[in-house]
């Protein structure tokens, strides 16, 4: 007979399992966890005989995934308030970068912060996510720009995920912006990336994936590629920031490396979606950023579902662009903004946001084998994750299989 260290009972379960109807829903359902793992999970009155060190009845509250959130910023000293004010004035975004501000100015603020400051300038960040139920987040660096800064931003992400108990996944953005150094010499600076940075990251093990910016206010498709060639001989898998401005050739080059996931996607054209579809690259769709630049060119949802793009959803929790520290803010956006279904929004922040992560085989549903990453919701019905725009439903965020503190 079985023993498990927790048994989760009177639940139902949204397991967000593709194969398993709509949202892989079960009625007074039960599951068990051994070893940080589900080990059971299924309607109550099919559960296997077995002995649990512990038992709760959840008398009706919904278990879902743990939320994933696969596309943030989140590490950055200061902020850029004045910048907005800017842009609600008539200033453009790009106008604003090309006079030496947005990205440049939080990397001024990065570059004069020390790994503390970073990390408790951060922290309230990343618990607001954590309150509202996510058990995984991607971070970038890409506000260093220099060697020291950005592997002092990847150390702070690792450290806060650590200090707040939940599972952070890092991403090296070194291709973000040319920096003041280097300003009139870009070559120069892709070359200093690619020789010196990238080996370093690779070597520090710092770094779980590999992001660009491809924009024409950023980097080419050209550029790009020699940064992620070399990405992919030091092991790291890439992703992309394609496509958000205009239509750079961003998704097309994210599917040509293989890339795990092109991210934002509002310009990207049929050719690019149908370049996706065959590479397996998932789409990870930001609505916060399409918000606050009040953009008005919708990324292509109808095109990538009808080519079977695996659609992911994430805050770009960022100083300039998306300032959104809410995951569920994110998903009801994608919901109004985006019309995606509310069952499409919870599968684009725990199964799609898991593949986005390279995490498919470890999280991101509720089945055996899975991390036991799970969220219990005082709801009546999952579609309500993306209806209400901030309420507090969570009652309990189990990480591992143990009970976060919050
Ligand atoms: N992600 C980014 O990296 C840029 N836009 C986006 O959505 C810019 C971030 C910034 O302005 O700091
Ligand atoms: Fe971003």
Redesign the pocket.
């Known amino acids: 007979m079985p023993t498990w260290d927790l048994l989760l009972t009177g639940a139902r379960i949204a397991t967000m399992r593709a194969d398993a109807g709509p949202w892989g829903l079960l009625e007074d359902g039960a599951l068990s966890i051994a070893g940080g793992r589900i080990a059971w999970v299924g309607p109550r009155a099919g559960m296997p005989p077995g002995t649990a060190a512990e038992t709760r009845d959840l008398a009706g509250a919904w278990l879902t995934p743990a939320l994933i959130d696969c596309h943030t ?1 989140l590490v950055f000293a200061g902020n850029r308030a004045a910048e907005f004010e800017q842009r609600l004035k008539g200033a453009s975004y790009a106008e604003i970068a090309a006079a030496g501000g ?2 440049l100015s ?1 990397v001024r603020a990065t570059r004069a912060a020390d790994r503390e400051a970073l990390v408790e300038g951060s922290a309230r960040r990343l618990a607001s996510l954590v309150r509202e139920g996510v058990a995984t987040v991607e971070i970038k660096s ?1 506000y260093g720009l220099d060697r020291d800064t950005e592997l002092r931003m990847l150390e702070a992400a690792r450290s806060l995920g650590a200090s707040l108990g939940v599972s952070v996944s890092t991403t090296f953005l070194g291709a ?1 912006a040319l920096p003041p150094e280097f300003a009139g010499r870009r070559d120069d600076y892709l070359r200093f990336l690619v020789d010196e940075v990238l080996p370093a990251v690779a070597a520090s093990g710092l770094a779980d994936s590999v992001d660009a ?1 491809c924009e024409r206010i950023a980097f080419s498709a050209d550029e790009v590629s020699g940064l992620f060639e070399r990405a992919l001989e030091l092991g790291l898998p890439v992703r992309l ?1 394609a496509d ?1 401005l205009s239509d750079c050739g961003g998704a097309e080059l994210a599917a040509s490396y293989g890339a795990l996931s092109a991210d ?1 996607l509002e310009y990207t054209p049929e050719r690019g979606v149908r370049a996706l579809a065959a590479a397996g690259t998932v789409a990870v769709l ?1 609505p916060g ?1 399409y918000l606050t630049l009040r953009e008005t060119q919708l990324p292509p949802v109808e095109a990538l579902r009808a080519h079977g793009v695996p659609l992911a959803l994430a805050t ?1 929790c ?5 300032p959104l520290c809410s995951i569920r803010t994110a998903m009801s956006l994608a919901a109004t903004l985006f019309r995606m279904t509310p069952e499409e929004c919870l599968a684009g922040v725990t199964r799609e946001a898991a593949k986005a992560l390279g995490l498919g085989a470890d999280r991101g549903t509720l089945e055996p084998g899975k991390r036991a990453d799970i969220a219990a919701w005082d709801i009546a019905h999952p579609a309500e994750l993306s209806y209400w725009l901030g309420l507090d439903q969570l009652r309990d965020l189990y990480v591992s299989g143990r009970r976060l503190e919050r």
């Open positions: 910023h947005g990205i939080t890409g973000h910016y920031h958000q934002h930001l950023a770009d960022n100083p300039g662009t998306s």
